[in-house]
């Protein structure tokens, strides 16, 4: 290799490395301007997104209130319930005595 294809060769490997070092610039560059342009915009969705979840934490803590309410009030409904049924079958009972003991009045008296 003589000197001028020795300066030839060193002039194109420096002109390769401009071009991967100034492409590598323009590359960081615009990811950097990206990056710094949205940073307003991931700020406001940040604040958004804390905003949902704190609705979201809301909603389920009313939800679980709600929910120990509803169960509350279906133990107190079916307690009632339960305590009508024991009443009416009681009050059947009774009934059905009161209709056997009339029963036998009637038949013990003697016919006119």
Not at 54 to 82: F, G, K, V
């Amino acid at each position: 290799m003589n000197r001028t294809e020795f300066i030839i060769a060193t002039a194109i490997v420096l002109f390769v490395a401009f071009c991967l070092g100034w492409f590598a610039n323009w590359l960081v560059h615009r990811f950097i301007r990206v990056a710094g342009s949205d940073v307003g915009e991931l700020e406001k969705m940040a604040q958004e997104l804390h905003e949902a979840e704190e609705t979201r934490d809301q909603a389920i803590t009313y939800l679980q209130q709600r929910e120990a309410e509803l169960t509350n009030q279906l133990s107190q409904t079916e307690a009632e319930l339960s305590a009508t049924m024991d009443g009416l079958r009681e009050a059947r009972r009774e009934a059905e005595d009161l209709r056997g003991h009339l029963e036998r009045m009637s038949q013990s008296q003697p016919e006119a």
